[in-house]
């Protein structure tokens, strides 16, 4: 399974489950229910419930893909699957400073790597 199929689930599941398309009602709800979702993966990992963990972190991709899926239909963005291609190919060009334990911010990479 790839981000694109769980887009697609994402996409028939909400269809499926009659789950508002509405742009402002379904980001907001996407939004908020990410932090919820965010949340309780915290909670899990303080009660060292680590399967838990991974199913709470389902969640939270789920609705990291929701959102995506809403800024591709009304805002006409690249794919989520671009995006995740060229921020990681950034990653790959930043610096890790052991000193610090801080990675470096190369805005020039990132700007043309990014746009």
């Not at 932090?35 to 972190?57: M, Q, S, Y």
Request: one cysteine or more; hydrophobic letters at 30%; aromatic letters at 8%.
């Amino acid at each position: 399974m790839n981000i694109k199929d769980i887009q697609e689930w994402e996409k028939d599941f909400s269809r499926r489950k009659g789950i508002s398309n509405d742009y402002d009602k379904s980001l907001n709800i996407a939004t908020l229910k990410l932090g919820e979702e965010t949340g309780e993966v915290f909670k899990a990992i303080l009660e060292k419930e680590w399967e838990d963990v991974l199913i709470e972190c389902c969640d939270v991709l789920v609705f990291v893909c929701k959102i995506a899926n809403i800024m591709e239909k009304f805002h006409n963005t690249k794919t989520f699957e671009q995006v995740i291609s060229e921020k990681l190919n950034y990653c790959e060009s930043r610096t890790y400073n052991t000193e610090t334990n801080k990675m470096d911010k190369p805005e020039e990479k990132r700007k043309k790597q990014l746009h």
